[in-house]
């Protein structure tokens, strides 16, 4: 009888010690998930961060750009008062303004893309494949409005080149 009471109460402390264990163990994978849930957090916040910074930089490269073109604007309308044929370089001009318009609507889009991304509920590759989409859309169209200035520069370079080849004849 004390032997089975002894068997009894090995049995309960085994049971108790497995209760105790698988207790510990769901504890663990409670914090280890919240922990990971955290860390997704923090980085698909940081990831947000990093983009928005680079769309501040490209909204500023922008700004650039737009005094940029308002210089070649200045020099147009000074060779103009010279007599200068300006037309095709205003003609660039123009277009360089329609994709200055639509630079910034990329930006603006960008921006609010990566501002839409949520912690909480994107993973991180999801979060850094928008992100890029959003940044890269936006890249393009400052190339494509950089280019364009560049080529009314060239342009208002080569009439002011030619009007002074014709004046020298």
Known sequence: EEREKKLEELKEMREERINNFEEKREEIKDKSASRQAEFKQKSVSKIKEAFLKAISRQQKALERLDKI????????????????????????????????????????ASKTAIE???????????????????????????????????????????????????EAD
Do not use: C, F, M, W
């Open 69 to 108: 073109a308002e210089r070649i604007a200045t020099r147009i309308d000074k060779l103009e008062q010279e007599g200068v044929d300006t037309s095709s370089a205003e003609a660039k001009l123009v277009e360089a303004e329609a994709l200055a318009t639509a630079a910034q609507t990329a930006l603006d």
């Open 116 to 166: 839409a991304i949520d912690p909480e509920s994107t993973t991180v590759k999801d979060a850094v494949g928008v992100a890029r989409e959003a940044i890269s859309s936006s890249k393009e169209a400052i190339k494509a409005y950089h280019k364009s200035l560049i080529e009314a520069a060239k342009l208002l370079r080569k009439e002011r080149h030619e009007e002074a080849t014709n």
